[in-house]
Every structure is written in structure tokens, then in C-alpha cells.
């Protein structure tokens, strides 16, 4: 494990400044919602977003706990913030994939593919946490370890690592892919090919920062994980809830 001597302040510090894209995340998760309830057009990419909003609010609260309290109060936060980190990152991908679907309304053979990759994400989605929540529970000892400036800590395993991020990698691809056929095969409005453009280039942005999550998890360089995981969990939904 290679030690970077990065101190608790440090890390309260930069959770700080991550906290205020998770705040404006929120603010625009709640505008939109709220928007669409008005003129009545709420859909099913609606519903994905405002999950992605409850456990984008559980991912918060556990970091924080888990950061500024001691046992018992950190574990449930770290509890709460493992498995709600997934869960957003997903979530906000399946809104992301039936925005597209509702945009290329008129092409039933396009929609009807966006669906099918629907399914298999969420096919992904629940392999992985199965796994994950596996890992977390077959043995529940590293509770009492003190790896995180004093509280517990379950890296993930190499095994895992690499299997969430060849998912993470194959899905972030087809959100890249999708967006140059539809700009090149769908004729759209400014307006749908502006959002077409910001669905590519937050493909692009995720992609890269779960590349940085994964070589740092293998290298145990476990309090720039998770701030990279509030990068990467913030960033996304501050640019999947502004669909």
C-alpha cells in the first residue's frame, strides 16, 4: 500500500468543496422533477432519476458520517455510502438511456434497441451488487479494523475491482457509441442534439474517472478513493440530472 500522508483535514477539506457540485446535483435533480410534474410529461426516466436522487442523498449523509463520527455511527455511514454509490451511478445511467429512448420516440427498431441495453445494464447492475454485498457479508471481522483515519474499511478485492470496471467500461462505451449514432443516423432538433452532445461527453467523463477509481483502489490508496468516488458520483449527477 503506498502511503501519501493525506490527513484527515485534507480530506474534510476536499469533501467539502465535492459537497457543493453533490448540493447543486440535488437542486437540479428537484428542478427537473418538479418541472416536468407542471407540464405533465413526467416518464419513466423521471422515476430512475428520482431514485437516483434518494440514494444520491443516502451517498451524502454516509460519507459525512462516516468521515466526522467514530464507531458505531461511522460504519453505518460507511455501510450506507458503499452501496448507495453504485446504485446512483446506475440509476442515473438507465434515466440517461430512456432520455435517449423518449428522444428517438419516432424509431421504434432504435428504441426497442435502447431498451434491450436497458435490460442487460440493469442485468449488470444486479450482478454486481450481488457480489458486492457478498464480499461486505461473508465475513463481517474488517468491522473492527481501523484503516480509514481510524474507522473501518473493506477495500475491494482485485477480482471485484476488475469486474466493476470492465462493466463500468463496456457501459460508459455504449453511452459514447449511442450518442455518435444518433447524431450521424437520427435527424434531431438543436435542442435534442445539444443533449445528445452532453449525454456523450458525461460518457467520456465517467469513464476516465472510474479508470482513476479502479488504479487507486488496486494501488490501496484508500482516502483518494473515495474522494474520487465523490468526484466521479457528484459530477455525473450534476450533468444527468441537467437532462
Known amino acids: 500500500m503506498i502511503d501519501l500522508n493525506v490527513s484527515l483535514d485534507m480530506v474534510i477539506k476536499a469533501r467539502a468543496g465535492t459537497t457543493v457540485l453533490e448540493v447543486i446535483g440535488l437542486l437540479l435533480a428537484v ?50 455510502y458503499v452501496f448507495s454509490f453504485n ?11 430512456l432520455s435517449v429512448a423518449r428522444i428517438i420516440y419516432p424509431s421504434p427498431k432504435l428504441r426497442r434497441m435502447v431498451f434491450g441495453i436497458a435490460s442487460v445494464f440493469f442485468s449488470s447492475y444486479i450482478s454486481f451488487m450481488a457480489a458486492k454485498l457478498w464480499y461486505y457479508c461473508h465475513d463481517l471481522s474488517w468491522m473492527n479494523n481501523t484503516l480509514y483515519f481510524g474507522n473501518a474499511l473493506l477495500p475491494l478485492s482485485t477480482n471485484l475491482i476488475i469486474f466493476e470496471l470492465t462493466t463500468d467500461f463496456i457501459t460508459d462505451a455504449i453511452l459514447i457509441a449511442l ?20 449525454i456523450f461527453a458525461s460518457g467520456i467523463t465517467v469513464t476516465l474517472a472510474a479508470i482513476c477509481r479502479a488504479t487507486c483502489q488496486i494501488l490501496e490508496l484508500n482516502s483518494i478513493v473515495s474522494l474520487i468516488m465523490d468526484a466521479e458520483v457528484r459530477t455525473l449527477r450534476v450533468v444527468g440530472f441537467s437532462y
Open 31 to 80: 428542478f427537473r422533477l418538479s418541472f416536468r410534474y407542471r407540464i405533465r410529461r413526467l416518464w419513466w426516466e423521471d422515476a430512475w432519476a428520482c431514485a437516483a436522487f434518494l440514494f444520491a442523498t443516502t451517498y451524502l449523509t454516509g460519507t459525512w458520517l462516516d468521515l466526522l463520527y467514530r464507531r458505531p455511527t461511522s460504519t453505518v455511514g460507511l455501510w450506507m
Open 87 to 97: 446504485s446512483v451511478i446506475w440509476f442515473v445511467r438507465h434515466s440517461t438511456l
Open 179 to 198: 450518442p455518435i449514432k444518433l447524431l450521424w443516423s437520427v435527424k434531431l432538433p438543436t435542442r435534442q442534439r445539444r443533449m445528445i452532445l452532453l
